[in-house]
């Protein structure tokens, strides 16, 4: 418990503090958190869902908070262009875990649609917020969970009313920018309508090289014949530790796509717990990530098919190197009386280096019978047959390495629905293949 | 045998349910019950063993009190309560004058279908027959000894090859390995004994068969069998208990060390009684089976049949030490009426250029939870490791579960893992094929059945083979709907 005590004394002493930068919604939930979170602590090894990521070892070092809320004096817009090309997005900046509010590109939003802090669309969407606000989120489930919804300060609300369409994709992109070490408490709320349709791509990104500890609990509800498209990417750096829990919620014939790209980071765990609340919906998890030196990245899916009817497909894909730890868990549930469920689920691995080190554990959990569910997962090498054939066609031996390579990894990002996202990814990949990290040509962040 | 025939058979074993519940009524010397030191040495003390091996007993018993049961399993395991059980039962205490053996025993094995008289017996399988907590007899020990082949009960080992006993026992799986493991090295009676000399391939298949009797009595058989270096042999295992209300514990080892070019064959089929269609009483199993394939090329192959147990805990595994080693793993489990089975195996891979390969075929219905639970991990240095897993589950009825947890932790870039698993139910198109073409329902069910698991079936030796297949029928009856 000592890693846990350290924020256990911090709310004891600052709670007070802490409640008064925030707001109602975000305090009511917030003593419950306090107490679940001294119930169950961090989760440890021993935790089967966290036994590849030794949490308490990530918290245990003394970070700073920002408690006070004090603004931190950045101008992201000109800053930093961390754009996709041929992609035309509403930008916005989290810096830390505060939603920059100044210069919001409001006026390409159709009607209706929010973005905006949760401090600023309480006053207009408190009902919703009331409502959604950590609600998927059970904090007496996760000890992790339980943390953020304790520190959690403020966060960003999505708001997509019933029938819109947004046809240009929501960026958002969050900078970790401090000159100590620095603990963020990210929180994102979302909320699809009937019939509504978004895409999101939430990029990480952090500009000092400081040690950065980011804790991030996304909620999404996707209501009834909505759809719901959100990417993932990270691009951070070795000292930057990174523990995200997303939580979406699908009612009746709704579409959720999930991707999740770790191109460069130091420590991530992500935990997706996607639950199916209406028949005739699908979703498609994929996971991508690339890993060398001392990286590590933990992938954790639960895709609860509580109703029949349900389509679920995940795929993950993991290049490691050097010294990187990768590990992947992914539980199918489908309960009793789920009937016509089609589960689907691969995860494939390759490890170029001896000492690097591949956990995976695919899981099915089923307690109805009309079903089909099958699971796989590989760990490997490159085929041996394909590179001699390269290297007999005059193609250099790192050349045909690389090429098999971003064949290998080019399958999970084909998957996603965005086509400049997908080309982007492309040209990410291949740099990072080519170890030229994090060069963008445009960027602050990168140089 | 025809087709028709067969079935005729299958439909008559199907009627008597569980045909193996009657008891024996014979003079069983059974201990008081409950646990503590005293009785550990009591039981040392019956079998009259030697100094060092009633210290491991102590110190097992002494760990396992600071043990815990884990609680992980995919089971609604019920409390046990370790001070009910008598730990010792004996039913050749008390023997009628000039009879080698209790005549009711030698009925009871009969009925069986395990004939103690060698000459009865099916030529080509050795017996080892255990009841309760001793061995009744071991058969063919005589043609087996010329080869230089000792096959015994491990409490007669202990007496005549103590060095043998004392070099390998507990070596496999350490008296700390888990809870009921050190359950068992505390209070273990007889179970089976053998070794196989270098050079030997084993005549005919060794075979141990475990039945429990006496009421309120647990079995904590112990198996140890050592393959020296270019032997061969296949070894066979069934069991069955009585019906009754309460369960009964069952928590043995079974500890194989393979030696260089030797190749060992384990297969168990299981028919402990699973307690009645409402749950009711039935053998708890929680078993601990592993082999150590310590020489170069060795080889070994677990096939398991798992009909019966009310909860089936267990994972044979293989510890693939020795260069070049390869390992199998075949499982067929079947779950019905309240069964739960967690169920797989464990392949460690350590030596160089190891294989190994695991079919694991799970077959629920009724209202039981079949789980598939298995780890493949490849150390640093096994370089060229090879792993293929397949695991498939059917689901017969609506109120059924089936589980996959593979786990598999590679650490070398060398290795090629590979798992796949599907779950899903019969067909109906195959069902429908064969409605068609005048096959009743339960009938193209037991085919379908039949036929999934016959990667698994196929393993076993012939004799067993055809029992399995019918035990497969039996379990499943009823199950249509």
């Known amino acids: 418990m000592q890693s846990e005590q350290q924020y256990i004394d911090l709310y004891n002493e600052a709670q007070g503090m802490i409640k008064q930068h925030s707001y109602d919604v975000l305090n009511k939930v917030r003593d419950k958190a306090f107490e679940d979170f001294k119930a169950q602590g961090f989760p440890t090894k021993k935790t089967e869902r966290y036994k590849y990521t030794d949490i308490p070892k990530l918290f245990a070092p003394d970070y700073g908070l920002n408690l006070q809320r004090l603004e931190i004096p950045v101008s992201p817009y000109q800053s930093f262009k961390c754009d996709v090309p041929n992609l035309s997005t509403s930008l916005y900046f989290v810096v830390n875990d505060q939603f920059y509010t100044k210069q919001l590109p409001k006026a390409q939003l159709p009607e209706g649609v929010v973005v905006d802090s949760l401090s600023n669309a309480i006053q207009t969407h408190s009902e919703v917020i009331a409502n959604h606000y950590a609600k998927l989120a059970d904090t007496s489930k996760d000890g992790l969970t339980a943390f953020n919804t304790m520190l959690a300060q403020d966060g960003v609300f999505i708001y997509v ?36 349709e978004v895409s999101m791509l939430f990029c990480d990104d952090s500009a000092d090289d400081r040690n950065f500890l980011a804790t991030q609990v996304i909620e999404a509800y996707v209501a009834d014949n909505a759809k719901l498209e959100l990417n993932c990417l990270e691009e951070t750096h070795l000292k930057n530790v990174r523990i995200s829990n997303v939580y979406i919620e699908q009612q009746r014939n709704s579409r959720v796509s999930h991707n999740v790209i770790t191109l460069h980071n130091g420590t991530t765990r992500n935990t997706l717990d996607l639950v199916f609340r209406g028949e005739g919906s699908e979703c498609f998890c994929n996971g991508c990530v690339i890993a060398d030196r001392h990286q590590h990245i933990d992938n954790n899916t639960i895709i609860n098919h509580a109703v ?113 996202l997908r080309d982007r990814l492309h040209h990410l990949v291949e740099k990072r293949f080519r170890g030229e990290l994090d060069k963008c040509s445009c960027c602050k962040l990168c140089h | ?137 071991t058969t063919f020990k005589k043609q087996l000894a010329e080869k230089g082949i000792i096959f015994c009960s491990i409490g007669e080992a202990v007496k005549e090859h103590p060095e043998l006993v004392r070099q390998y026992l507990g070596t496999v799986v350490p008296y700390k ?33 475990f039945r429990i009797n006496a009421i309120n009595t647990g079995q904590f058989e112990r198996t140890l069998i050592i393959a020296d270096d270019d032997s061969y042999v296949s070894y066979l295992e069934g069991c069955t ?72 805990w267990k994972y044979p595994s293989c510890i693939l030490r020795g260069d070049n080693s390869q390992a199998e793993f075949y499982s067929v489990a079947v779950t019905n009426n309240y069964q ?31 789980s598939y639970r298995g780890l493949v991990r490849v150390a640093p240095n096994a370089d060229n490791a090879r792993n293929y897993s397949s695991c498939d589950s059917l689901l017969l009825g609506s109120t059924c579960g089936a589980h996959t947890f593979p786990y598999m932790d590679v650490h070398n870039d060398s290795a090629i893992v590979e798992h796949e698993a599907t779950t899903s139910k019969i067909s109906e198109d195959q069902l429908f094929y064969c409605n068609q073409r005048g096959i009743p329902m339960e009938d193209a069910i037991g085919l379908i059945v039949n036929g999934y698991a016959k990667d698994v079936l196929n393993k076993l030796p012939m004799e067993f083979a055809v029992e399995a297949q019918k035990l497969l029928s039996v379990t499943l009856e009823g199950t249509v709907g």
């Open chain 2, 177 to 209: 390995d888990n809870f009921t493991a050190a359950l068992n090295s505390a209070v273990f009676s007889d179970g089976s004994f053998v070794y196989i000399p270098k050079g030997v391939r084993c005549p005919m298949e060794l075979s141990s068969y």
């Open chain 2, 340 to 370: 739960e089975a967690d169920t797989g195996t464990k392949m460690i891979h350590l030596g160089k250029n190891t294989k190994s390969t695991i079919i694991s075929k799970g077959i629920s219905a009724g209202k039981s939870q079949n």
């Open chain 1, 161 to 196: 009313p019933k029938g819109v369409k947004i046809d240009r994709t929501i960026q958002i992109v969050n900078i970790l920018r401090s000159d100590v070490d620095l603990m963020v408490n990210r929180r994102v709320l979302i909320v699809v309508e009937e019939g509504a």
């Open chain 1, 308 to 420: 029949g009817n349900c389509v679920s497909n995940q795929l993950y894909k993991y290049v490691l190197d050097d010294h990187a730890v990768g590990a992947f868990a992914g539980l199918i549930y489908v309960a009793k009386d789920a009937q016509k469920t089609l589960s689907h689920e691969v995860n494939q691995n390759l490890c170029a280096a001896s000492t690097a080190h591949m956990y995976t554990q695919p899981m099915l959990e089923i307690y109805a019978d009309d079903v089909q569910c099958d699971h796989g997962s590989t760990v490997g090498q490159l085929n041996d047959a394909a590179l001699f054939y390269m290297q007999q066609r005059g193609i250099d031996k790192r050349e045909a390495q690389l090429l098999l390579e971003f064949a290998f990894v080019n399958e999970v990002i084909d998957k996603m629905e965005l086509v400049p």
């Open chain 2, 241 to 312: 208990a009585p019906m009754r209300d309460e369960n009964q514990l069952h928590a043995a080892i079974v500890e194989i060390v393979v030696l260089a070019n030797a190749e060992v064959k384990y297969s168990t089929v299981q028919n402990w009684y699973p307690g009645d269609e409402n749950g009711k009483g039935g053998v708890l199993n929680l078993v601990t089976k592993r082999g150590d394939l310590r020489g170069v090329n060795s080889k070994l192959s677990w096939t398991q049949v798992e009909t019966g147990s009310a909860i089936t």
């Open chain 2, 1 to 137: 045998m025809s087709e028709n025939n067969n079935n005729e058979y299958v439909r008559k074993v199907a009627e008597q349910k569980y045909e193996f519940g009657f008891t024996t009524d014979v003079h069983t010397d059974i201990i008081p019950k409950g646990l503590n030191e005293d009785v550990v040495r009591l039981i040392s003390q019956k079998k009259g063993e030697p100094e060092w091996l009633l210290d491991f007993r102590l110190k097992a018993f002494r760990h396992w009190q600071t043990m815990e049961m884990p609680k992980w399993p995919h089971l609604n395991l019920p409390e046990i309560d370790y001070q009910a059980i008598s730990y010792y039962a004996d039913p050749l205490a008390k023997k009628p004058k000039n009879k080698e053996i209790d005549p009711e025993l030698e009925k009871t094995f009969d009925k069986l279908g395990i004939p103690l008289e060698e000459r009865l017996a099916l030529s080509g399988v050795a017996v080892d027959a255990i009841m309760d907590s001793v061995s009744v007899k």
